[in-house]
C-alpha cells in the first residue's frame, strides 16, 4: 500500500499523486506545470499507464490540479472523476480555455518553426479530449463519506480555497487489514477567508499530505490590505483616468468585485466610474459563483439574502462580445477587470496597449505575476514594453497589492495542522523547498514527523510510525561540537524567542525582507530548543 508523488513536489505546480493497492490505482489530481515549472516538465510523459488508473479524486479546478486530465483521457484512462458540484463546473470552463490556449500557442509555435525549416507543433490535447474528460466527471457533496471501490472510502472536505475546493480524507485498505487514513489537503485557503468559508478542520490521520505555497511567510492582514486598497482607488479617481485590473477570472475577480462592493458602501460619497469585468469566462463564473450560494461565506450569504448581489458594485457591467470590449478603449473613464491575471495574454492585452501610455492610468496587480511575463516586467519597472507587435512606452502608476491571497499562510497551515493527533505524519508538497523546509521545521517544531518528497518517491503506507518527531538534522551535527550549559542555553533560547517576536512584528509589514528572514529565525529557534531540550536530558543523566 503506497503513495506515489509524481508532481508538485518541491514545487508549486504540476499536483499527481497515487494511491496504489494491491486492488487498485486512483490518482489525486491531475494538474499541468506552469510558469518555471513548465519547462523544466516539458515534453515528459506520464510515468503510468493512463489506462491502468482506476479513478481519479479531484481537490479543485485550478489548471495546475486539473489541467492533465484531457490528456490522462486522450491516453486510455476511462475511469471516473470525482469532484464537488462546484469544481465539475469550473473545470468545464477552465479545461475549455486551457484547450483553446494550447491550440493557439501551436499555431504560434508551428508558424515560427515553418519559417525554419522545422515540422509543426501539436497541441498535448483538443476540444473533443476535454469533451471527453468532461463525460466522466461525477460529482459528490460535501462531508460525506461514500465508497469509491473496495478498499478506498472518501470524504470531501470544504477547503476554503476557491468555489468548490476540497480537502479528501481517504481512508484506505488491504484485505481485511485496519485502514489506513491519508489526508489531502489540496489547496488550503486562509482561515479569514473572504468569499469561502475557512477551510473545514480535520482532526484525525495517519498521513497528511500538506500544501506549502506560503510555509515561510505570512500574509499582510486583511485590515491592512483594505486600507492599502482604499488609498490606491482614492488616488487614482482623483486622477480620473483609467483603472485597469489584470485579474485571473476565476476567483480573484469575484473577490475583487466583492472588495469594490464594500469600498463604495465605506466611501459612499466616492465618484467612482463605472466597473466592467470584461471576460465571457468571467461572466460564466460569477454566474457559477451566485448559484452555490450555500458555499459561500457567512457575510456574502448574508448579502444575498438580503436580495444584495455581492459581485454586483454600483454602476457594474459585464462585458461579453468584442465589441463592447473595444468600445471601452475609446473611454476616458473606467475600471476594467480582465484576464489574464499575469498580462500573459486575454483582453487585458488591448486594454493596456491602449492605456499603459497615460500617465493618469492606473494599474492595479492584485495576484501574483510570475517571472516572465508582462505582469512581471511591469511591476518591476520596465519603461518601454512590446504589445501585439508595438512598441509601448509605459507612462501609467502601479499599485501592487499583495494581500488578496486565496492560499493559506503561514500561520494558517500551522493551525489548520495542528488539530492533527502527534500521531500524524506529515508529507510537504506544492511549495517551493524554501517555503516547504520552513514549514517542516515549524511541524517539528509542534511534534510531528515531516517529510519532503521528491518527484518518484514513493512512501509505504503500511511502515510503523517513528517512536517521536525527528530532530532537525543540523540540529544534530552542531550540537556535538557545542559543549553547553543547560542555564546558558535557556537564557539564550528566551532572548531568540523575544527577538523573533520582535523581527516578525516589524518584518511583517515587508514581504521580501521577511521572506528571506523569517525561516533563519525559526531555525536559529528550532535549534536552541532542540539544545535545551538534549541539555536538559544530559543535565539529568549527569545526575543520576
Ligand atoms: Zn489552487
Redesign the pocket.
Known amino acids: 500500500m503506497k503513495l506515489r508523488i509524481f508532481g508538485a513536489a518541491g514545487e508549486v505546480t504540476g499536483s499527481n499523486y497515487m494511491i496504489e493497492t494491491a486492488g487498485y490505482r486512483v490518482l489525486v489530481d491531475c494538474g499541468t506545470h506552469q510558469g518555471e515549472d513548465e519547462e523544466r516538465h516539458e515534453g515528459e510523459n506520464f510515468p503510468y499507464d493512463p489506462a491502468g488508473i482506476d479513478a481519479v479524486l479531484l481537490t ?1 479546478a ?1 489548471i495546475d ?1 486539473s489541467g492533465r486530465l484531457p490528456l490522462l483521457v486522450r491516453q486510455g484512462f476511462k475511469g471516473k472523476i470525482y469532484c464537488t458540484h462546484a469544481t465539475s463546473e469550473l473545470i468545464e470552463i477552465l479545461l475549455r480555455d486551457s484547450a483553446k490556449i494550447m491550440k493557439e500557442d501551436a499555431e504560434w509555435r508551428t508558424r515560427k518553426n515553418a519559417r525554419k525549416g522545422l515540422p509543426a507543433v501539436k497541441p498535448l490535447y483538443g476540444d473533443n479530449d476535454v469533451e471527453d474528460a468532461l463525460a466522466l466527471r461525477s460529482y459528490v457533496p460535501y462531508d460525506e463519506v461514500f465508497e469509491i471501490m473496495p478498499g478506498l472510502k472518501v470524504r470531501f472536505r470544504d477547503a476554503g ?2 468555489l468548490g475546493s476540497a480537502i479528501i480524507e481517504a481512508w484506505i485498505s488491504e484485505k481485511d487489514e485496519k485502514p489506513v487514513k491519508v489526508v489531502f489537503s489540496g ?1 488550503l485557503g486562509p482561515l479569514d477567508g473572504v468569499i469561502e468559508k475557512p477551510p473545514a478542520v480535520v482532526e484525525e490521520a495517519d498521513f497528511v499530505l500538506i500544501e506549502s505555497t506560503y510555509g515561510d511567510r505570512l500574509h499582510k492582514s486583511l485590515a491592512d490590505t483594505r486600507a492599502e486598497f482604499q488609498d490606491a482607488m482614492e488616488a487614482a479617481v482623483r486622477s480620473g483616468g483609467k483603472v485597469l485590473v489584470p485579474t485571473f477570472v476565476v476567483d480573484r475577480a469575484q473577490r475583487m468585485l466583492y472588495e469594490f462592493k464594500l469600498l463604495q458602501k465605506k466611501l459612499p460619497d466616492l465618484k467612482m466610474a463605472n466597473i466592467y469585468l470584461d471576460s465571457p469566462m468571467g461572466v460564466k463564473t460569477t454566474e457559477i459563483y451566485s448559484a452555490h450560494a450555500a458555499l459561500l461565506s457567512r457575510d456574502l450569504k448574508e448579502m444575498l439574502m438580503n436580495g444584495e448581489d455581492p459581485f454586483e458594485p454600483r454602476g457594474f457591467s459585464f462585458v461579453r462580445t468584442a465589441e463592447e470590449s473595444r468600445a471601452i478603449n475609446a473611454m476616458d473613464e473606467g475600471i476594467v477587470l480582465a484576464g489574464s491575471g499575469m498580462c500573459s495574454g486575454g483582453r487585458i492585452m488591448h486594454h493596456l496597449k491602449h492605456s499603459l501610455y497615460k500617465k493618469d492610468t492606473h494599474v492595479f496587480f492584485v495576484g501574483y505575476q510570475a517571472y516572465g511575463t508582462l505582469g512581471r516586467r511591469l511591476v518591476d519597472g520596465a519603461k518601454k514594453v512590446r504589445i501585439a507587435g508595438e512598441e509601448i512606452s509605459v507612462k501609467a502608476k502601479f499599485h501592487t497589492l499583495n494581500g488578496f491571497s486565496a492560499h493559506a499562510d503561514r500561520g494558517d497551515l500551522l493551525s489548520w495542522a495542528s488539530h492533527f493527533p502527534k500521531k500524524a505524519r506529515f508529507i510537504i508538497v506544492h511549495g517551493e523547498p524554501k517555503s516547504a523546509e520552513s514549514l517542516a521545521l515549524g511541524l517539528k517544531d509542534a511534534g510531528y514527523a515531516t517529510r519532503i518528497p521528491a518527484i518518484g518517491d514513493e512512501i509505504d503506507l503500511l511502515a510503523p510510525a517513528p517512536e517521536r518527531a525527528e530532530m532537525p538534522v543540523i540540529s544534530k551535527r552542531i550540537l556535538d561540537r557545542i559543549d553547553f550549559d543547560t542555564k546558558d542555553v535557556e537564557s539564550v533560547l528566551n532572548m531568540i524567542s523575544e527577538r523573533t517576536d520582535e523581527m516578525r512584528e516589524k518584518l511583517i509589514n515587508n514581504d521580501e525582507q521577511y521572506r528571506n528572514i523569517m525561516p533563519l529565525l525559526i531555525s536559529a529557534r528550532t535549534l536552541l530548543e532542540t539544545a535545551a531540550a538534549l541539555g536538559a536530558g544530559s543535565a539529568r543523566e549527569g545526575k543520576g
Open positions: 479543485h485550478h490540479h480555497h476557491i489547496d
